[in-house]
């Protein structure tokens, strides 16, 4: 079954080092999404992105954050300057179609350790 | 701002009961979907609900989506301890151009045997 490849699993980094997560969507998904996960706290929505450029960003998604769609099958999120406070899970999720059901499906996760 | 409101956070019930849990929010969502997430890794995927007042069964559980599509609610009969984990609703607006979901706070559920 088709899914959604998220590397790597865990990433340590130190304060204000940049940090790219990447992402391997479904392969035939248009639409592509980045989420976090603050341990102990709900899933957040960052940005979504569709044809190459941003559909919407959240206020979480400031000048640090950027994503990316580098070749046909990666999707990448980058922080410049990590921070304490963005040690969280981060997924990355794709869906096929924007319709009303709008199935998204996500990735495992990358734990981000920021020390 | 939107919100969507899971409760309970926490349940922990023994095997063979019935539980439901709620996802209640004051916004319309053009889909809700259901996650189930074990510790340390993503949501997967239960099922998608669209349309106001659709009824969905997989095997024990049964989800709904209210008639005004605003909230919904996973029912598990005879609980089994296969089924502790994370639930999380998530709820989608088709006028969204973004199409971000967004998510409840989850409910913890524990089923002993």
């Known amino acids: 079954e088709p899914e959604v490849t998220q590397t790597p699993s865990h990433q340590v980094t130190q304060m204000g080092q940049e940090v790219i997560l990447r992402c391997v969507p479904i392969?035939?998904?248009?639409?592509f999404y980045w989420y976090r996960q603050i341990l102990g706290q709900k899933v957040e929505f960052l940005v979504s992105f569709y044809n190459n450029e941003i559909s919407e960003k959240s206020e979480i998604f400031d000048d640090q954050f950027s994503v990316e769609r580098p070749d046909g099958s990666n999707f990448t999120l980058k922080i410049r300057s990590t921070k304490l406070e963005d040690s969280a899970m981060y997924f990355c999720?794709?869906?096929?179609?924007?319709?009303?059901?709008?199935?998204?499906?996500f990735g495992a996760g990358t734990r981000l350790s920021v020390l | 701002t939107q919100l969507l409101e899971q409760s309970p956070q926490f349940l922990s019930i023994q095997e063979g009961e019935n539980l439901t849990v709620y996802c209640n929010s004051s916004?319309?969502?053009?889909?809700l979907q259901w996650y189930r997430q074990e510790p340390g890794e993503g949501p997967v995927l239960l099922v998608t609900v669209v349309t106001g007042g659709e009824v969905k069964k997989l095997k024990r559980l049964t989800f709904q989506f209210g008639d005004a599509r605003k909230d919904s609610s996973l029912h598990i009969t005879a609980a089994q301890p296969g089924d502790t984990g994370l639930y999380l609703c998530a709820g989608a607006r088709v006028y969204n151009q973004g199409g971000k979901l967004i998510f409840g706070q989850g409910t913890e559920l524990s089923v002993k045997p």
């Open positions: 392969s035939n998904h248009l639409y």
């Open positions: 916004s319309v969502f053009s889909s």
């Open positions: 999720a794709s869906s096929e179609e924007r319709k009303a059901k709008n199935i998204q499906y």
